[in-house]
């Protein structure tokens, strides 16, 4: 599978996973946060809805100066985790690379190890990769 855009607006971006998500799945965004951005996210997610479940929540903050990933199931929020820094800035060009195991999700940021977050849900739930507002796209690419 593989899918891209180029964009150069802050709408949500999402792309499906008709058959769920599969092991081996890799997913690279390339994007910026506009200067006077406090958060985003990338989710994997079972729907577009905003109040659907999300087995991986890869949120940025720079109003806390920290990346928080956390997953939603059956409606309730688990427990966050931290990334290891905070390796965004405005206007920076950044690359994030989720790349699913079979026991969770392999992060990377800028091509260097960043975060393993365990699986909270079967991997057939999720249909959607979803890009929030406030990041400027340049490229989604799934393989």
């Known amino acids: 599978m593989a899918d891209c855009c180029t964009c150069t607006d802050t709408l949500q971006y999402d ?3 008709p058959d769920g998500l599969q092991v ?3 997913m690279k965004i390339r ?12 989710n994997l997610a079972c729907s577009t ?4 479940d999300i087995a991986l929540h890869f949120n940025p903050r720079f109003d806390q100066n920290k990346v928080v990933l956390n997953s939603r199931v059956n409606g309730v929020w688990g427990t966050e985790e931290f990334g290891p820094h905070y390796p965004f800035q405005y206007g920076q060009l950044f ?6 195991t079979k026991d969770g999700f392999k992060v990377l940021v800028g ?12 991997l057939q739930r999720v249909r959607y990769l979803v890009v ?6 340049e490229s989604v690419n799934i393989c």
Request: proline fraction near 7%; charge should be negative; glycine fraction near 8%.
């Open 24 to 26: 081996g799945t890799a």
């Open 111 to 122: 091509n260097q190890s960043y975060h393993f977050f365990c699986h909270q849900m079967p």
């Open 95 to 100: 690359e994030v690379m989720i790349i699913t």
């Open 15 to 17: 792309t499906p996973f």
């Open 132 to 137: 929030g507002r406030n990041i400027i796209l």
């Open 31 to 42: 994007g910026y946060f506009p200067s006077g951005t406090d958060r985003s996210d990338i």
């Open 49 to 52: 809805r905003t109040d659907d």
